[in-house]
């Protein structure tokens, strides 16, 4: 894989092996196991109206378009159960991941003791970020409902979020979408739908695994 890294190292394989073990923790609703990632999402509004589907003819959209700049979008993914919550916002700045969290934290799983987040290594998710948003002291409780494990430098396609943000965006992003309002308009819809029947991820890759297939990324321990 051209994104592992070219030599052996340490601090990747300690990240990918510490992120491998939390995948493989039986499931638990006092502490569940989520994984968090963002994308982006360009707004592209219509210079004019399409074409309707006909009888014999597809729908047809003019090739100019207008754009009317780019929107966020954080989902939060727990594998074992296929639970999935998308929140849309304008940016992706410090304070947007801390709100997410919050969200997470309060209104999807206020009854958890602990909530294991799986992050990459964004510069914004940190549990200083809560700090950035909040008071002390709401910073503080949020933080102590969170263990936050970050995949490996060059390892985020370890989240399992991505996972989950590829199958939204050829789903429900694969069009052109005008505005922030609609553009959440079309996340619930699709949430909505998932509803029905989640999809949980049955994650196969262990810490054994990794051991023998990406062998050439850990250290030589061979005496001199």
């Given at each position: 894989?051209?994104?592992?890294?070219?030599?052996?190292?340490?601090?990747?394989?300690?990240?990918?092996e510490?992120?491998?073990?939390?995948?493989?923790?039986?499931?638990?609703?006092r502490?569940?196991?989520?994984?968090l990632?963002?994308?982006?999402?360009?707004?592209v509004?219509e210079?004019?109206?399409?074409?309707?589907?006909?009888?014999?003819?597809?729908?047809?959209?003019?090739?100019?378009?207008?754009?009317?700049?780019?929107?966020?979008?954080?989902?939060?993914?727990?594998?074992?159960?296929?639970?999935?919550?998308?929140?849309?916002?304008?940016?992706?700045?410090?304070?947007?991941?801390?709100?997410?969290?919050?969200?997470?934290?309060?209104?999807?799983?206020?009854?958890?003791?602990?909530?294991?987040?799986?992050?990459?290594?964004?510069?914004?998710?940190?549990?200083?970020?809560?700090?950035?948003?909040?008071?002390?002291?709401?910073?503080?409780?949020?933080?102590?409902k969170?263990?936050?494990?970050h995949?490996?430098?060059?390892?985020?396609?370890?989240?399992?979020?991505?996972?989950?943000?590829?199958?939204?965006?050829?789903?429900?992003?694969?069009?052109?979408?005008?505005?922030?309002?609609?553009?959440?308009?079309?996340?619930?819809?699709?949430?909505?739908?998932?509803?029905?029947?989640?999809?949980?991820?049955?994650?196969?890759?262990?810490?054994?695994d990794?051991?023998?297939?990406?062998?050439?990324?850990?250290?030589?321990?061979?005496?001199?």
């Open positions: 894989m051209y994104c592992l890294p070219g030599k052996p190292s340490a601090e990747f394989v300690c990240c990918m510490d992120v491998l073990d939390v995948y493989h923790r039986p499931y638990d609703p502490r569940p196991v989520l994984c990632d963002e994308t982006c999402k360009q707004l509004g210079t004019r109206q399409p074409l309707p589907v006909a009888p014999g003819c597809p729908a047809r959209f003019h090739h100019e378009y207008v754009r009317n700049g780019v929107a966020n979008l954080f989902m939060m993914l727990e594998p074992l159960t296929g639970q999935c919550h998308v929140r849309v916002s304008e940016r992706r700045a410090m304070r947007d991941w801390a709100l997410t969290v919050k969200e997470l934290v309060d209104v999807h799983y206020p009854e958890a003791e602990m909530i294991t987040l799986v992050v990459d290594n964004l510069s914004t998710h940190k549990k200083a970020a809560l700090y950035e948003t909040f008071e002390p002291a709401e910073a503080r409780r949020i933080a102590d969170l263990d936050i494990h995949t490996p430098k060059y390892g985020s396609w370890l989240n399992m979020a991505e996972i989950g943000l590829s199958i939204l965006s050829r789903q429900c992003l694969d069009r052109r979408i005008a505005t922030i309002q609609l553009l959440g308009r079309h996340v619930k819809a699709w949430l909505q739908q998932r509803l029905e029947n989640p999809p949980v991820i049955n994650w196969q890759f262990t810490t054994q990794a051991r023998i297939k990406l062998k050439r990324l850990y250290p030589s321990l061979l005496a001199s």
